[in-house]
């Protein structure tokens, strides 16, 4: 029987083997490091596409933060103006009645009597005065009461002043302002406008 040395042949073939199965791994090494480098090289640009953006929303809101600030301060600007006009009006429209007060309290002080003093708190007058007799304060009283510019007199009180004569007193009393004239014209100018 002959003998055959397969020994060479398979350690060739082993040899063979091997070297193929390196050159494979070697592939699939070099392909894993380019996948990797290409995912990051990936990765990478997403995340400046992003930062790139934020960039940009971060200038943008800054932006529309400081046109925030402009527009309060424009609105804070346009209330103090309107408020502003709201004072000059209420003062251009109540200068009138300040003479017309005055005017028809100098119609209801009948002779006799004098004012002293009158100081107005809100819509409440005080008035001090001197009078020959408590009849020209009761006559004062009731053209107080008639008028169309004041309302609810209240004497407070009375003292006699025999210094101006025999009758004579000083007296203390208190009127409310009344705005009746002014709603009535305003609402006798309205009926006009809506008439014509």
């Given at each position: 029987?002959?003998?055959?040395?397969?020994?060479?042949?398979?350690?060739?073939?082993?040899?063979?083997?091997?070297?193929?199965?390196?050159?494979v791994?070697?592939?699939?090494?070099?392909?894993?490091?380019?996948?990797?480098?290409?995912?990051?090289?990936?990765?990478?640009?997403?995340?400046?596409?992003?930062?790139?953006?934020?960039?940009?929303?971060?200038?943008?809101?800054?932006?529309?933060?400081?046109?925030?600030?402009?527009?309060?301060n424009?609105k804070?600007?346009?209330?103090?103006?309107?408020?502003?006009?709201?004072?000059?009006?209420?003062?251009?429209?109540?200068?009138?009645?300040?003479?017309?007060?005055?005017?028809?309290?100098?119609?209801?002080?009948?002779?006799?009597?004098?004012?002293?003093n009158?100081?107005?708190?809100?819509?409440?007058?005080?008035?001090?005065?001197?009078?020959?007799?408590?009849?020209?304060v009761?006559?004062?009283?009731?053209?107080?009461?008639?008028?169309?510019w004041?309302?609810?007199?209240?004497?407070?009180?009375?003292?006699a002043?025999?210094?101006?004569?025999?009758?004579?007193?000083?007296?203390?009393?208190?009127?409310?302002?009344?705005?009746?004239?002014?709603?009535?014209?305003?609402?006798?100018?309205?009926?006009?406008?809506?008439g014509?």
């Open positions: 029987m002959a003998k055959i040395n397969l020994l060479p042949w398979r350690q060739e073939y082993r040899a063979q083997k091997q070297k193929e199965f390196q050159q791994a070697g592939l699939v090494v070099i392909a894993a490091c380019v996948s990797v480098f290409m995912w990051m090289k990936t990765v990478d640009a997403q995340i400046a596409n992003q930062n790139e953006r934020n960039q940009l929303l971060n200038t943008e809101i800054t932006a529309l933060n400081k046109q925030v600030r402009e527009i309060k424009l804070k600007r346009r209330q103090e103006l309107i408020d502003r006009m709201r004072v000059i009006q209420e003062l251009q429209g109540n200068r009138p009645l300040s003479v017309r007060y005055f005017d028809d309290m100098v119609r209801a002080a009948p002779e006799g009597l004098w004012l002293t009158l100081k107005r708190s809100g819509k409440t007058l005080k008035i001090s005065g001197v009078a020959e007799s408590n009849n020209r009761s006559s004062f009283m009731r053209s107080l009461d008639q008028s169309e004041y309302e609810s007199p209240n004497l407070t009180g009375v003292t002043k025999p210094e101006f004569g025999e009758q004579a007193s000083a007296f203390e009393m208190t009127v409310r302002v009344s705005s009746r004239k002014k709603e009535e014209d305003d609402q006798s100018a309205d009926g006009a406008n809506s014509a």
